[in-house]
């Protein structure tokens, strides 16, 4: 399950035949952030949004929701309270990355890895969006999809030994428009596995915080 990952930079941004964004984006991107995210627009072209990562219902209470939200699982999106509307409205939604990760523990214990492109260019991920309101704020928000990656080359790599393997869904160049104006009947045919041959993996860890610089460090 994807929990972190780096939107492209502003630049890179323009890469996705669409105008730049107007908003900032997080340099990384953990449940609650605002993150951009393409939809379909006018002409059924390519809309930037900003949205809360985390899909937040039009039901849920406050914004707190999307903490638990973040992936939708593509055997149960139509069907779970969460996403079902997004899903039968056909609010599909393209997440831009640069990269993104996952714990792996073949060394016995959890080490962050970053997942990105073989040429380290930035890609797109399937996702669903939604829109809340409190009556005061409009608010989008997206969750990413996932399907299952047990027999997968590199997925299968990452998280507990006796968890479930997940992968994200990486929506080629070539159907990125088919995507965002797919309909809930038709998405499950642009759903393919991640290609193994183009993305890589390294060791990437939270680097440590730097202590502060003082003489009085002993104290703390």
């Known amino acids: 399950m994807c929990a972190n990952y780096k939107p492209p930079s502003s630049p890179q941004l323009s890469l996705f035949d669409s105008p730049t964004p107007t908003f900032d984006s ?13 939809v379909s627009g006018s002409d059924h072209h390519f809309a930037w949004r900003q949205a809360v990562f985390g ?12 903490k638990h ?20 409205n056909n609010q599909f939604a393209l997440i831009p990355m640069q990269s993104f990760f996952e714990p792996c ?21 399937a996702g669903i969006w939604d829109l809340w309101s409190d009556h005061l704020d409009r608010v989008h ?11 997968h ?4 790599r990452f998280h507990k030994p006796q968890d479930e393997k997940r992968s994200l869904i990486i929506v080629p160049p ?6 965002i104006n797919a309909n809930h009947r038709t998405a499950q045919e642009l759903i393919f596995e991640m290609s193994a041959e183009q993305f890589q993996t390294s060791p990437f860890p939270i680097p440590a915080r730097p202590k502060p610089s003082s003489s009085n460090w002993e104290l703390f």
């Open 26 to 38: 997080v340099s990384e991107a953990f449940p609650s952030d605002l993150c951009p995210i393409l």
């Open 55 to 66: 899909l937040v219902p039009e039901w849920a209470d406050d914004l707190k929701f999307s």
């Open 69 to 88: 939200t973040y992936n939708a699982r593509m055997e149960t999106v139509a069907t779970k309270p969460s996403y079902r509307s997004a899903w039968r």
């Open 105 to 125: 523990y073949e060394s016995g214990k959890a080490v962050r890895h970053m997942i990105e492109r073989q040429d380290q260019e930035p890609f797109t991920v």
């Open 141 to 151: 928000s997206f969750s990413m999809l996932t399907i299952n990656a047990d027999h």
């Open 153 to 156: 080359p590199l997925m299968k």
């Open 174 to 179: 070539d159907l990125r428009k088919d995507w």
